[in-house]
């Protein structure tokens, strides 16, 4: 009975230390108000690479940048494409000692087409692994087994993207929240959601109430505000449109949202810091009392 009671209790103590080290969390010292917000490198992708788009969000006040595939890498005026096909050890490493310098913290690379092929999956977590992320964002949603397995085996999140539904392809689905709760509900923990909120305001969803869809289940968040619902689409700074952001961050912080918020600001091309630079602003100001 001894020998029992010592087994269990030293079960429950691995288990507890499993539970705890799942998928390290982004640290309070890269969180503003709270939040991990940040930029997606896309929003300076027009005029800027990679090395530019992580002074350009120091610039705005993240504190975490998103990487997506294929900008280019900008160190030295090198314009090759960045991404878990190309970087090289060296490379990583001076992007790294890049980010320190300026004090934000990569935390995600997408949205990226995971294959089924587990060894060229493979390749896009040992690049995430390689700087550190917190999560990958996809839509691949034919590859979930892979995507399962290695997100356990490289302990790193993987989060679904939405973007806007395709009248022209049926097959295309994670437009629907109650679709990625489908995915992701009987998966690994680790596997999720990437909410896009600009993207569902696109389709006519309030953002709240396909947050409360996913419950439990949110990696990350694409932050967009619009000016209107549907189309055409029209961007304003966060806090700033129809969206409404403040009930988003109350809803995010009632569910103990743990992860990185990436503003996408998808117009201004050329001069944007200053857009995010006011989204970053409302979310350092936004307080529950006033959502």
Same mark, same amino acid.
């Given at each position: 009975m001894r020998f029992s009671? +010592?087994?269990? /209790?030293? @079960? $429950?103590? #691995? /288990?507890? $230390?499993? +539970? +705890? #080290?799942? @998928? @390290? %969390?982004? %640290?309070?010292?890269a969180k503003t108000n709270g939040f991990a917000i940040g930029v997606q490198a896309y929003t300076f992708h027009r005029k800027y690479s990679v090395w530019d788009s992580v002074e350009k969000a120091a610039e705005a006040g993240a504190k975490v940048i998103e990487f997506y595939p294929g900008q280019s890498y900008g160190r030295d005026g090198d314009r090759s494409a960045f991404d878990h096909n190309s970087a090289t050890p060296e490379k990583i490493e001076a992007l790294k000692a890049h980010l320190l310098k300026n004090g934000v913290r990569a935390v995600n690379y997408g949205v990226v087409d995971i294959p089924k092929k587990e060894k060229m999956a493979r390749k896009i977590f040992e690049f995430a692994k390689a700087l550190d992320l917190y999560a990958i964002t996809t839509e691949s949603t034919e590859s979930i087994d892979v995507v399962e397995k290695l997100a356990k085996e490289y302990d790193i999140r993987v989060g679904y993207h939405n973007h806007p539904r395709r009248r022209q392809a049926p097959n295309y689905k994670v437009w629907d929240a109650n679709y990625i709760l489908a995915l992701v509900k009987d998966r690994d923990p680790r596997i999720g959601a990437a909410a896009d909120i600009g993207h569902w305001t696109t389709d006519n969803f309030k953002a709240v109430e396909n947050l409360r869809i996913l =419950?439990?289940? /949110?990696?990350?968040?694409? @932050? =967009?505000?619009? =000016?209107?619902f549907g189309n055409p689409v029209h961007n304003v700074p966060l806090g700033q449109g129809v969206i409404g952001v403040g009930a988003v961050l109350a809803e995010l912080r009632e569910q103990n949202f743990q992860g990185n918020i990436s503003i996408e600001h998808e117009a201004d091309w050329h001069d944007n810091v200053g857009k995010v630079k006011e989204g970053i602003r409302f979310v350092k100001d936004w307080n529950a009392e006033s959502k």
């Open positions: 009671k +010592t087994f269990s /209790l030293v @079960a $429950a103590l #691995a /288990l507890s $230390a499993f +539970t +705890t #080290a799942l @998928a @390290a %969390p982004i %640290p309070d010292s =419950k439990g289940r /949110l990696v990350s968040v694409h @932050a =967009k505000d619009r =000016k209107n």
